[in-house]
Structure formats: structure tokens, C-alpha cells
């Protein structure tokens, strides 16, 4: 997956990722304070374990400095940096993209530096968007999960599936609420409608659905559940649902939608007021390094942004090719600006026009 560096990607870190001279003068306070042998990482509730053994502790090894994990969940963790501000001790917050934005709208986060961060050099271009103050470190495909013994792959890739009267009250899709939740109403929206913010034609399209919808979901485990049990044929999912599943040898797998196919991300964000930002970029370097992505990949299933990291076969059985280059198999992301400040409103309209009936 090696692929030389453009102009163009040289171009994306320098202008994507380099701290403006005030951030530099705010953090210089905290790079030489107490604590430079230890960070603090707040990071997600699952998968805490393989994340340790995937990097923390390879992190700690080849750095000599200490981690200490802080978990919960996206808005938990959010809130409690809005709370805390400078006083949290967060060095590093790894958090799904809409939250990322979320919190550098109130100013809770500063710019990476990439001069500190060599990996970058070694990244897709999607996980250097402008619009971040911080890289991504993996992203999340959206598509179908599916019964391989009541549907083709072609059945499953329609989105045309989830309005079929044929398999009406076997379908799931997710809440708004979730991350795969605003993917597939971008997806339904480019689809169907004038592109992925289409937020009008999404949701008159979703609602129409929606009596032939068995579960409107809010967790992995719901749809798995309702896999397994049988109760459903297929629900929009993002791919790191089906992982196990298809390890399992069921009869169960994955596929990206023909159309409207988007991608979230998950960014590794330096709180503004970082006790250890020096201990905090030495960690996103080697989170981003081609070591600590395969073994990421490996034991704890994210998709890894380095262009130089190994693909599972786990990975692989799932998703294919795509891994390789989610934008040349057709992937996006999705503007935050589009995002952050309609989110009130369509949660809102998402349960008066989609799941109120």
C-alpha cells in the first residue's frame, strides 16, 4: 500500500497541520511543566485492552513515557473537557470527527504541530482535512450488513433494499444518534436527493421507509442481536460490525452501497490546554506510524490511515480492496461546517419525521 508523496500531500500537512505562532506561545507554558514522563489519553470505552497492547504499551517502550487511559464515551468526554477546560489534564482525546468539530467551535483544542509528527508524512489526505485542528488515526465505513442467504451482495449495495416491501419488517438502520446514523442520511440524501446535506429529500425518503424499518438502532450490539437471531436480513451498518461475524464463518457480510457512499473518522485532538503537549505529540506520531497501525489494525480492528500499514485479513474478509484507498473506491467524508451547526435541527426532525410513527 506504499504510494510516493505529491506535491499535493506535501502541500495538505504544511497547510493542514501546522501550529499558528499564538498556539505555539500557549503551549510553550505546559512543554516544560511537571509530568513530562507521563500523558494522559482519553480514548474510547471499547477495545481497551488490545488498544494497550497495540500502542500504549509499544508507546511506553520505545518512549519511556507513561499513559494513562481515561474512557467513555464521545459526548461524555466532550462535556467533560467543556467543563474542565484548561484543568482537565487531557494530553491527547481521541474522538469521533463530529465531536473533534464539536469541540474546536468552543476552542477546547489546539493545532497539531506536524513538524513534531514525522508519521504524517505517511498518511491518506483524507486524514489531514483542513477543517481539523487534528489528524485522523482511522475512519469507519458505512454500507450493509447482510444475510448472505437471503440476499446478493447487488441487493444489499441498493439502497433501494430499505424501502422494499419484499423484506419489509426484516430491515434496520441506525438513529441519528450514531455515527453510521448522519452517514446514511448523507447516502440516502446523495442518492435520492441534491447531494449528502439533501437533509429535506433524506428524511421525507427515510420516513417512507420507515414503516417497513423493524429497529431504528443505537448500538452494535442491536443489530447484531437482530442478525443472529434472525429477525432482520439487513441493517446499514458501519463495516467494523461485521468484522466478527464474518470471522465466525456465518452467513453474514458486508458491503459498500452502490451509491452515496461515506466515511467517518476518528481524530487524535491535543486539548488547548494540554499539561504534556511535547509527550502528546510523540504519541500521535507513533499512533500514525506504520508500527503502531498494523498493530492497531490487528488487534483492535481500526482501519489504518498510514499507506504503509498491514491490512488484516480480518480486515480484509470484510471490506476487500477499500482499505487500500477509500476515495478511489468512490468514500468521502463529510464537511463539519455542514454539520455542527444544523445537528439540533435535523436530531430534532429525524424523530418527528422518521421514528415518531
Avoid at 82 to 87: H, L, M, R, W, Y
Avoid at 169 to 179: C, K, M, Q, R
Avoid at 204 to 221: D, H, K, N, R, V
Amino acid at each position: 500500500m506504499t504510494r510516493t508523496l505529491t506535491a499535493r500531500r506535501t502541500a495538505a500537512v504544511a497547510s493542514g497541520l501546522v501550529a499558528t505562532s499564538l498556539l505555539a506561545v500557549g503551549c510553550s507554558a505546559t512543554d516544560d511543566g511537571a509530568g513530562e514522563d507521563t500523558i494522559v489519553v482519553s480514548s474510547f470505552p471499547f477495545g481497551v485492552e488490545e488498544f494497550e497492547e497495540a500502542v500504549v504499551d509499544p508507546f511506553t517502550e520505545e518512549t519511556g513515557i507513561e499513559v494513562e487511559l481515561e474512557t467513555g464515551s464521545n459526548s461524555d468526554r466532550l462535556s467533560q473537557l467543556q467543563v474542565a477546560g484548561d484543568g482537565s489534564g487531557i494530553d491527547v482525546m481521541l474522538i469521533s470527527d463530529y465531536y473533534a468539530a464539536l469541540g474546536q467551535e468552543d476552542d477546547l483544542f489546539q493545532q497539531v504541530d506536524a513538524a513534531k509528527v514525522p508519521a504524517l508524512e505517511k498518511v491518506a489526505d483524507f486524514a489531514l482535512e483542513d477543517a481539523y485542528l487534528g489528524p485522523a488515526y482511522s475512519y469507519q465505513l458505512n454500507g450493509t450488513l447482510y444475510s448472505t442467504e437471503a440476499l446478493s451482495a447487488e441487493e444489499a449495495a441498493s439502497w433501494d433494499l430499505y424501502g422494499s416491501d419484499a423484506h419489509a419488517g426484516n430491515l434496520a438502520l441506525p438513529d441519528i444518534s450514531v455515527t453510521a446514523g448522519q452517514l446514511m442520511i448523507s447516502g440516502v440524501g446523495e442518492t435520492y436527493g441534491d447531494g449528502p446535506y439533501d437533509i429535506d429529500t433524506a428524511l421525507t425518503t427515510l420516513g417512507e421507509w420507515a414503516p417497513g424499518i423493524l429497529q431504528f438502532y443505537a448500538s452494535s450490539t442491536e443489530v447484531t442481536n437482530l442478525l443472529t437471531q434472525g429477525e432482520i436480513i439487513a441493517a446499514d451498518s458501519l463495516s467494523g460490525f461485521a468484522t466478527d461475524l464474518v470471522a465466525s464463518g456465518e452467513p453474514f457480510a458486508w458491503t459498500p452501497p452502490a451509491t452515496g457512499r461515506y466515511m467517518a473518522t476518528n481524530r487524535a485532538m491535543i486539548p488547548a490546554g494540554a499539561p504534556n503537549a511535547d509527550g502528546a505529540h510523540q504519541f500521535i506520531d507513533y499512533l500514525l506510524s506504520a508500527e503502531g497501525q498494523t498493530a492497531s489494525a490487528e488487534l483492535v480492528g481500526d482501519l489504518p490511515v498510514n499507506t504503509e500499514a498491514t491490512v488484516p485479513d480480518s480486515i480484509s474478509a470484510v471490506v476487500g480492496d477499500i482499505a487500500a484507498d477509500p476515495v478511489a473506491e468512490g468514500y468521502e467524508t463529510l464537511d463539519p461546517a455542514e454539520l455542527v451547526p444544523t445537528r439540533a435541527e435535523w436530531v430534532d426532525r429525524f424523530a418527528r419525521e422518521v421514528t415518531a410513527g
